[in-house]
């Protein structure tokens, strides 16, 4: 299918990137969300193989985009076609394996790269039901992404309830993860290259800071900014409260909540 026709068909679902707009149709993602199997488009959901995968090839003419195979082929020259963002009100989650380094150490490579899997396959599934976008996995870490507009106006809460999800999960894998929570504005969009390798991206200070405090929280802690306490409606809650200071690339001292997932 050509990319203009893959466009045409795209929008019967309405689907648009522009360099002033960000919009998507999240009931579509949340019907994919439910259709077998992974993997799937990393943006709207839909699935590549299985029932799922042939009724959305037979339907919407969706398949793994062969220049991006972590998106479908609509989404991929939907990003090519419409590149830019904008910049969003979003929240942030980081969660990365704690010791990982030692961890490895201790077990063979394949029974190492199991765990890694485990950690991905659960952190994915999680984040995929609660409307979240996974930005990336690498290495030992994913992040991801939450927004009024695909997550509906409680998204930071949302988030909240995604680290305390993942945070039980990993502890019953017995998977040493840290997590860390903020919610500000950043540029969220469709990036890419001369050659046409496109992603979306959170790119900005506050994605910035997201990462740092998530690199302050020890294993089963979830270190969540002031700003996204009480985005969330949590600013009273009665938990443990630290300063981070001495991020790196931060000024000043971060004031963080601090909640167990377990």
């Known amino acids: 299918m050509s990319e203009k026709k893959a466009i045409e068909v795209g929008n019967i679902w309405y689907f648009w990137f522009s360099t002033n707009a960000f919009h998507v149709d999240k009931r579509l993602r949340r019907v994919n969300r439910v259709l077998p199997s992974d993997p799937r488009c990393k943006f709207c959901n839909a699935p590549f193989k299985g029932f799922g995968g042939?009724?959305?090839?037979?339907?919407?003419?969706?398949?793994q985009s062969d220049l991006n195979p972590r998106f479908c082929n609509m989404c991929d020259a939907a990003m090519?076609?419409?590149?830019?963002?904008?910049?969003?009100?979003?929240?942030?989650?980081?969660?990365?394996?704690r010791g990982s380094t030692a961890l490895s150490e201790t077990m063979t490579p394949i029974e190492f790269s199991r765990l890694i899997n485990r950690f991905y396959v659960r952190a994915t599934k999680i984040?995929?039901?609660?409307?979240?976008?996974?930005?990336?996995?690498?290495?030992?870490?994913?992040?991801?992404?939450?927004?009024?507009?695909?997550?509906?106006?409680d998204y930071v809460r949302r988030t909240v309830d995604?680290?305390?999800?993942?945070?039980?999960?990993?502890?019953?894998e017995a998977i040493p993860v840290g997590i860390g929570v903020h919610q500000g504005v950043a540029f969220f969009g469709a990036v890419g290259t001369e050659e046409g390798l496109t992603d979306f991206a959170a790119i900005g200070e506050e994605v910035n800071l997201a990462a740092r405090i998530a690199s302050q929280a020890a294993a089963g802690e979830i270190l969540i900014s002031s700003q996204a306490l009480e985005a969330a409606g949590l600013a009273g809650s009665e938990m443990e409260h630290r300063e981070l200071a001495g991020l790196k690339g931060i000024s000043q001292p971060v004031a963080v909540g601090v909640m167990h997932g377990a």
């Open 127 to 153: 984040i995929n039901e609660e409307d979240g976008l996974m930005e990336k996995l690498a290495g030992d870490a994913v992040a991801a992404f939450w927004g009024a507009g695909f997550a509906g106006p």
């Open 54 to 63: 042939a009724l959305e090839r037979i339907i919407f003419g969706k398949a």
């Open 80 to 97: 090519r076609q419409f590149p830019g963002g904008a910049e969003v009100e979003m929240s942030m989650l980081f969660a990365d394996i």
């Open 162 to 172: 995604v680290a305390r999800e993942l945070s039980k999960a990993m502890a019953h």
